[in-house]
């Protein structure tokens, strides 16, 4: 499967965005989804997850209330709507498949493939 993450941008402090995740190739399999990102001259962090198991979801404290991860199965897609967004949000944003269990949704060794990643900047 090929993973392609889009619908990064340039925004202000408080706005919002809604990024995508479409697979391509077959539907979403393994586990779940999950969401990272990366800003400069840090290390990838988690954001958030959802299992396709029971639909749970798991969110990273920093985005916790202000991200909503969703999946569209029709579309063989899965969003990451954020809300309130905040200058350290910024990053490249990449979604990636799960292949772990439950216990390692936020290890980004337990996710293969990546998406290309989508650049999310946030003015203040």
């Known amino acids: 499967v090929q993973l392609q993450a889009f619908g990064g941008g340039l925004v202000q402090a408080g706005d919002s965005l809604r990024l995508s995740c479409a697979a391509s190739g077959r539907a979403f399999s393994n586990n779940g989804m999950g969401w990272f990102r990366q800003a400069p001259g840090k290390e990838r962090e988690f954001v958030a997850a959802i299992r396709w198991s029971g639909g749970y979801k798991y969110y990273a404290d920093s985005v916790k209330g202000r991200f909503t991860i969703s999946r569209d199965r029709a579309k063989n897609t899965v969003y990451l709507e954020m809300n309130s967004l905040k200058p350290e949000d910024t990053a490249v944003y990449y979604c990636?498949?799960?292949?772990?269990?439950?216990?390692?949704?936020?290890?980004?060794?337990?996710?293969?493939?990546w998406g290309q990643g989508t650049q999310v900047t946030v003015s203040s």
């Open positions: 990636a498949e799960h292949r772990g269990i439950l216990s390692t949704v936020r290890d980004s060794t337990s996710y293969h493939p």
